[in-house]
């Protein structure tokens, strides 16, 4: 394994060492013992996670993916707590996929989504950071021939308490990966946490501010070419035809190659060329019957699902359909919500080198050893031939879990072997070929008795699931259970947070030809608006207050009532606004934390302006309280950016939307004031990257209704006339 030196990122090039070598890797005892494994450089290994130098530096390995999150940061901050090192001294690296599966999965999952990487990994990183400290301490009550129990370690120093002794990481760490790691560690409370659970500065942002930090775009290895592709413009259509010869001439263009069944690219000394030359080529599709797809009949599509007869069920509880037939009043509402891209600043790109019997790519992804996965069975190698060096992602939020692209990467080089090609997807490709947030409608009924008491609520949601086009085999007897979040019955991920007598949440599934995919947030986004709206809605049908009207339906729920309660007192919930200013609320639960949300808006015409926008997250654990401050910030602009503009149509089958020209996002002049309420309650861990992204989009929607007495209920309101202020 090699450590990125700090160099000037457009001028760096991978050598050989980088493409061939690394961390020499066997099946050894991957938490120390006689044999020792060494760095690249020759470092000692005391265990996989953790490598000292000789000068003190602590290498930290991480298994997650960084893409913004500070997973990187929060992982680190972990893992050094228990190691007691000096965090001034500490550096990461990144062991590539195949490394982790030569040693048996060392490293555990890399997978980065889901808001997982903290949440999931917690116990095994910290566990790894206390073992490497007991040896090390060990290591030093050895060559002092004292007891270990005589001896303690802070910032990377050990001393020996009755005589003062003292020895650095460094010095011990050669002996202390020949020790035997100890069976079992105990870990510190975290209110002894002095590293984990503290605002520390990012790790990374040194790096990314100096140019240092190597993306995918920026990777180049010894007489590299560019490659440039495009894939038919319908998905489900293929290539019928190209004609070479008409650009073959064209300057720096090497190969032209079929990519698949539907895609052909262009291959040139630089990428320009190579997209120059594609835009010249005459290509013929076949575009198939999906070419007659529309926005408008996929609506009609979906909206056939409101009333079907058949349903898969989520969520269900007394008889909800009874008691709506029976009900003293009923109210009823449909919602809809769009197709979303990702929208990464990084397009999808992959480098690889492919020979006959070696095949590596260096790739921005969120799950590791998917993309290795991906490269083997492109390369038609096993394995064992393959690797995957990840690099930092310019922006993932789900999209780099898929890799068609690397796919396509391995496709093209596997034509030019002994050639590393770089494939980079031009904007408009990436805006086209991406993997959609889902399209969804539901039907909102809720029922109420003389008293304007809640007694029923039907909430059936139509539309696509994910997990159809993404692992079918994991349907549990058809149902994708992806598509309630947030609207569990029970469980640690993402419970329904109000007891109502009577309810009845179920999906039909719709499934046009657009692939849908994980999209930050996922099917939270929609169903917190969703859910939380119609609460709105069915509030203000009984003559009742918001927040009272929730209260009164949540006392089964303490942790969703509680970050309720937080953000409705700090933003003044019940005390009058500034003149012109009016307030909404919503809550919700997702990626096992507790979110809520209030805002303050006002509307003059068309335009809203969002003066101020409250969340209060219950993580469980706050591993850096600074970063999750600007996970709650940065949500609230992928989630009012959605929820204003974010919108992709279908037209002739295709994608319209082909850059940020027509598929716009919020800028900093229109972004609210964001006060953040961290109230970890410490008996769990949630996720922190996604949750809050839910409860923006409701909060204000609840708020504009607060204002003008309108219910909007398709989205983006861009289609409403409603624009940011």
């Keep these: 394994m090699t450590y990125m030196p700090r160099i000037d990122r ?29 760095a690249a450089d020759g470092s000692p290994e005391v265990n996989a996670w953790v490598v000292i130098r000789p000068d003190d530096t602590i290498v930290i390995r991480i298994a997650r993916s960084e893409m913004g999150q500070g997973t990187l940061t929060g992982l680190a901050q972990l893992v050094a707590e228990e190691l007691e090192c000096d965090w001034a001294k500490v550096v990461t690296e990144y062991p590539t996929p195949g490394q982790n599966v030569a040693r048996n999965r060392v490293w555990g999952s890399q997978f980065t989504a889901g808001s997982r990487g903290v949440r999931e990994s917690n116990e095994y990183v910290r566990k790894a950071g206390a073992t ?24 990377s120093v050990i001393t ?57 775009l920026d990777v180049k290895l ?52 190579a997209n120059s030359a594609l835009d010249a080529l005459p290509i013929t599709w076949d575009e198939g019957p999906n070419a007659k797809v529309s926005s408008a009949s996929i609506a009609e599509f979906l909206k056939s699902g409101l009333d079907a007869e058949q349903a898969f069920v989520g969520n269900e509880s007394g008889n909800a359909k009874q008691a ?24 999808m790109n992959t480098t690889v080198l492919y020979t006959a019997d070696r095949c590596e790519a260096w790739v921005p992804t969120q799950v590791a050893e998917a993309a290795l996965a991906s490269v083997s069975e492109a390369s ?16 993932g939020f789900g999209r780099r879990t898929a890799h068609d692209f690397v796919q396509q990467a391995v496709t093209i080089a596997k034509q030019i072997p002994g ?73 640690a991920e993402g419970a329904f947070g109000y007891t109502i007598p009577n309810l009845l949440i179920d999906h039909a599934m719709r499934n046009p030809h657009i692939p849908p995919h994980f999209w930050r947030g996922v099917n939270n986004n929609h169903n917190a608006i ?20 929730r209260r009164k339906l949540m006392g089964n729920h303490p942790k969703h009532l509680a970050v309720l309660n937080a953000v409705a007192e700090q933003i003044g919930w019940g005390k009058p606004a500034p003149q012109g200013v009016y307030r909404g609320l919503a809550q919700h639960m997702g990626y096992g934390s507790y979110v809520a949300a209030a805002a303050e808006v006002s509307v003059t015409g068309n335009k809203v302006k969002i003066h101020r926008i409250v969340g209060a997250t219950n993580p469980g654990h706050a591993v850096n309280p600074a970063q999750i401050d600007r996970q709650v910030a940065g949500s609230f602009v992928y989630g009012l950016s959605a929820l204003f503009l974010g919108e992709c149509t279908v037209k002739d089958g295709r994608i319209e939307q082909t850059n940020f020209h027509d598929y716009n996002v919020m800028r900093i002049a229109e972004m609210p004031k964001v006060e953040s309420i961290i109230m970890p309650s410490g008996d769990f861990w949630g996720g922190v990257g996604e949750p809050t992204i839910f409860v923006a989009a409701p909060a204000v929607l609840n708020a504009i209704f607060a204002a003008t007495g309108k219910r909007l209920r398709t989205f983006p309101l861009k289609n409403e006339g409603i624009s940011f202020a």
């Design 10 to 38: 457009r001028r760096f090039v991978v050598g050989a060492a980088a493409a061939g070598g690394g961390l020499a890797l066997g099946l050894d005892i991957p938490f120390g013992g006689p044999n020792v494994i060494r």
């Design 132 to 155: 490497a400290r007991a040896m090390l301490i060990q290591a030093a009550a050895d060559q002092w021939k004292v007891p270990a129990t005589e001896c303690s370690a802070t910032k």
């Design 160 to 216: 020996h308490k009755p005589s003062g002794r003292t020895t650095s990481y460094g010095k011990v760490a050669e002996a202390a990966a020949k020790i035997e790691p100890p069976k079992d560690v105990a870990l510190k409370d975290p209110k002894d946490w002095t590293i984990a659970g503290k605002p520390l500065k990012r790790l990374d942002t040194l790096p990314k501010l100096t140019g240092a930090h190597v993306y995918g």
């Design 222 to 273: 010894p007489g590299m070419l560019c490659a440039a592709i495009k894939d038919s413009p319908v998905f489900g259509g293929k290539l019928a035809s190209f004609d070479a010869g008409k650009i073959q001439g064209m300057k720096g263009v090497k190969h032209v190659v079929k990519v698949g069944e539907s895609a052909v690219a262009v291959v040139a000394d630089t990428w320009w060329q």
């Design 324 to 347: 709506i037939a029976n009900a003293a009043k009923k109210v009823e509402a449909v919602y809809s919500y769009p197709y979303q891209h990702h929208a990464t600043m990084e397009p």
């Design 380 to 395: 038609g190698l096993p394995i064992a031939k393959c690797d995957v060096h990840k690099l930092p992602l310019g922006g």
């Design 419 to 491: 050639t590393p090609v770089k494939l980079v997807w031009s904007r408009e490709e990436d805006m086209t070929h991406g993997r959609y947030h889902p399209v969804t409608q539901a039907k909102m009924v809720g029922a109420f008795d003389a008293n304007n008491n809640l007694t029923a609520l039907h909430m059936r949601i139509s539309g696509q699931s994910i997990l159809s086009f993404v692992n079918p085999q994991n349907l549990q007897n058809g149902k994708d259970p992806f598509v309630f979040q947030g609207l569990n019955p029970g469980g």
């Design 530 to 549: 969703y859910l939380e709206c119609f609460m709105d809605e069915l509030a203000h049908a009984a003559g009742q207050d918001p927040l009272e009207f």
